[in-house]
């Protein structure tokens, strides 16, 4: 499956955004997916995922209450909704899929990802 992130920007602290992950070449509903993120100074750490229909979710600490992942199958598509963002949310961030059981935090127990969309909030 090919992923491609978009929906970043140069934003202000407070406002919100919401990035769209586009999957092509199979069918989304196959993977559990997740949203990851890195910035210059550390490893790309795990933000949000979502099993495979949908009804489950994990939001890492971080971001509980103000980011929220969400899927449509039938688009083939990924979302995370991100508002009250502050500075430290500056980042590239990835959407991820996963073609094996369970929703994981680790980058490497992921299988496919695309570019990322950077994400700017400035202060």
């Known amino acids: 499956v090919q992923l491609q992130a978009s929906g970043g920007g140069l934003v202000q602290s407070g406002v919100s955004l919401t990035l769209s992950c586009a999957a092509s070449?199979?069918?989304?509903?196959?993977?559990?997916m997740a949203w990851f993120r890195q910035d210059a100074k550390n490893e790309r750490e795990f933000v949000a995922g979502?099993?495979?229909?949908?009804?489950?979710?994990y939001t890492a600490d971080s971001v509980r209450g103000r980011f929220t992942i969400s899927r449509d199958n039938a688009k083939n598509m990924v979302y995370l909704q991100m508002v009250a963002l502050k500075p430290e949310d500056t980042a590239v961030y990835y959407c991820?899929?996963?073609?094996?059981?369970?929703?994981?935090?680790?980058?490497?127990?992921?299988?496919?990802w695309g570019q990322g969309t950077l994400v700017t909030v400035s202060s």
């Open positions: 991820e899929a996963r073609g094996r059981p369970g929703l994981a935090f680790r980058r490497n127990e992921y299988d496919f």
């Open positions: 070449g199979d069918t989304l509903s196959r993977y559990i």
């Open positions: 979502i099993n495979s229909s949908g009804g489950g979710s």
